[in-house]
């Protein structure tokens, strides 16, 4: 049953990153946090503009189509995220569309969610935006991207391509490329 392998295979990747998080040296722990506490706060910067244009309303009357392959967005820098805020790990559901969704929305906060998740919008969105807004975004949205690729270009287990997408426990995520 697919499903039951999707939570299996979850299960042992958040058991083993947090593993080497833990024996993480300290001075990559420091470089790894700092980068990453700079991608939350850009992501709630642009989860705000979102917001700002009733963004959670609109995506309410849609049921989030655009959440269909969440299954496959969290990466490396997210389930990281979690650990230092001290934020549980979500439980996904992979029944549902999108794992990471329940009955209270987004099991992620905005700053912690994949890169996907918070730099998509939808046409409806982005008209919404004034143009200055709009640049805003599409700046923030390229910094945060930037943020990702520079973890992907230091561990071996990150990456822009979600952590489910392998399909298979990788050896070690936190070695240094």
């Known amino acids: 049953m697919p499903t039951q392998q999707d939570n299996l295979l979850w299960q042992e990747i958040t058991a083993r990153i947090r593993e080497e998080w833990v024996a993480l040296a300290a001075e990559e722990k420091e470089w790894a946090t700092g980068h990453i506490l700079q991608i939350v706060k850009k992501q709630e910067q642009l989860h705000q503009l979102f917001l700002d244009v009733d963004g959670a309303e609109i995506c309410c009357q849609c049921d989030g189509d655009c959440c269909g392959h969440g299954k496959f967005h969290p990466t490396l820098v997210n389930l990281l995220a979690c650990l230092i805020v001290n934020h549980p790990l979500p439980e996904p559901d992979f029944s549902r569309h999108c794992p990471y969704i329940g009955p209270d929305g987004c099991l992620f906060p905005p700053g912690l969610r994949p890169y996907n998740c ?4 939808c046409e409806q969105i982005e008209c919404s935006l004034e143009p200055s807004r ?6 923030l949205e390229k910094e945060i991207r930037q943020a990702y690729e520079l973890f992907a270009d230091r561990y071996v287990g990150a990456g822009m391509r979600g952590i489910l997408i392998r399909g298979a426990i990788l050896p070690t995520y936190l070695s240094r490329r």
Do not use: A, H, L, N
């Not at 918070?118 to 919008?121: A, M, N, Y």
């Not at 709009?134 to 700046?139: A, G, S, V």
């Open 118 to 121: 918070v730099s998509f919008i």
């Open 134 to 139: 709009q640049d805003e975004f599409y700046r």
